[in-house]
């Protein structure tokens, strides 16, 4: 059991909402679609009658045929079964189209509903939630929630066909009716049962596959690595588990669903001989008539099919119900990023100031502590430190990633919190290791912060980088199409891109975590002279791996378990022996063009 629900929790964000919060809202999404609705019912009003309406015509021959008049009314039963037969489908038609209108339009608002809120999230829920799981919520969650209408709207019309067929029963003989009736409460209780086992089951199916496509997500995301480092039956590895625990579960569920059935058509069953063995006898005696007595027997399989779906029907109404929920979960999901204001950020100069900061991921093992630090406007400064010693995070929390527990972080003078997002994130260049290029040209990418910039404004962008050779080296120059991901350009190329995209966005501060992947020296010194041009007059926080770049910042930051251990300039530092020797003997020391394997030791003489 242990390894069957592995994985299967709950979101941070999943909730359970009560049941009348959570009808509630879901008819918020059908209110629009009333008129439509209306019809709809009007047709499984009149669909239902015109199904009753069929054995009851039958039961009317079967006397006829009793007492001789077969004859004088045959014809006139035939077009009268023929001419329900052709209203009960136009009926049927007329509401099947309309309600799958219905459905597909709740399934559209509620999917840009989703969409609109996963967009809305803060970059903290991208950096935890698997893309995949997001994915199958915004998908096949939304889905599944429009079988909930489809469902309701078949369960209102059985509902009303047994209501016509009860009626009808009941005119021929109450006593087999009340008979057919006392099974009733039997099924409904059984329904009801089964109602709470299908949707844990359900729930968990629902989540187990969020997880295969949450690792099929990943699995192509990373594929090229996978496959250089010949990890393929690795990758299979992790997947067989995660696919078979799926099976496992939509298996248990299919047991769960499929145990229903055969209890239920058996209390139905004894039901239907009692009932033949009892109306026979009552026809034989005289008290009912044969037609009657046919009538019966075909009302309680009209009666007894909608009974057992009902049940069926919960099943699949509660996968729905858990589906909106897990939709309106993240839909509803607060922001962690909590501004107190949202004054508009302007033209800002920089400064940025931590004040006592503490954070967590978790808020119990804080990665910073009381964190002080000032970086004035216009500074180049580089972090540096081993990894996991707090760099990416300092990083986060300027870009408003995450959220502080405690202390101020200052941008200006100003509380970081009570900035507009929209208007502080402008002012914010952020380049992570691999850029990210969307499908397009180069061109447009690099004019992706500001749509409206001109072919001349990035054309000057893309000059001023690296002194722009590297354009010509593109096949169609800045027409050249990226590709999925930026694939058809090389490291280099895309960090280019990169810093072309920020001199475009023209932002305040730089926030820029360097790529690690070693490129050509003739890209490397492109990419050097464009982060001259990119830096100059932008406060700039490096996350540093190259030593060019801690050679010529204005102040090296070295960072160990999130506090400052040592700071000052290259020079400096190296001359000081401390705690950023160690850091250059481990990172930057063979990256010096006189690098000889086993050389280039700075001295440690005081840490
Ligand atoms: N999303 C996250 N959730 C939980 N803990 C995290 C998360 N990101 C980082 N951490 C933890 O926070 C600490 C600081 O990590 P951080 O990424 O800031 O280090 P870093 O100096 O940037 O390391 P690297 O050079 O490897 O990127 C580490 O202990 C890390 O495990």
Redesign the pocket.
Known sequence: MGFLMDGLDAEDYDRTYNDRDLLRRILSYFRPKLGAMILVAVMIVLGSAAQAAIPTLGSLAVDAIADGTIGDVGWLLIAGVLGTGVLSWGFNYVRQKNSAKVTGDVVLSLREDAFDAVLKRDLSFY??TPSGKIVSRVTSDTDDFATVSTLTMDLISQVLMVGFVTVLLFVRSVELALLTLLVVPVVMGLALLFRRLARVSTRRAQRSLSRVNANLQETMGGIAVAKNFRQEQQVYDEFRPINRQSYQVTLRQGFVFSAIFPVLFLVAGLATVALVRLGGASVVAGGLSAGDWYLFLQGVSLFWFPLTSIAAFWSQFQQGLSASERVFALIDAPPRVVQTDSRPAGRLAGRIEFEGVTFG??PAHP?LNGFDLVIEAGETVALV?H????????SKLITRFYEFQDGRLLIDGRDIRTLELGSFRKQIGAVPQAPFLFSGTVADNIRYPRPEATDEEVLAAASAVGGGDWIEALPNGLETDVGEHGRALSMGQRQLVALARLLVQDPAIVVLDEATASVDPLTEAQIQEGLDVVLAGRTSIV?AHRLSTIEHVDRIIV?DH?RIVEEGDHGTLLAAGGRYCQVYNTYFRHQSPNYKAGSGFVPVTSS
């Open positions: 950096d935890e991921y978790d990665v430190g990894t996991g010693a707090g760099k990416s995070t300092l996350i960072l999130g």
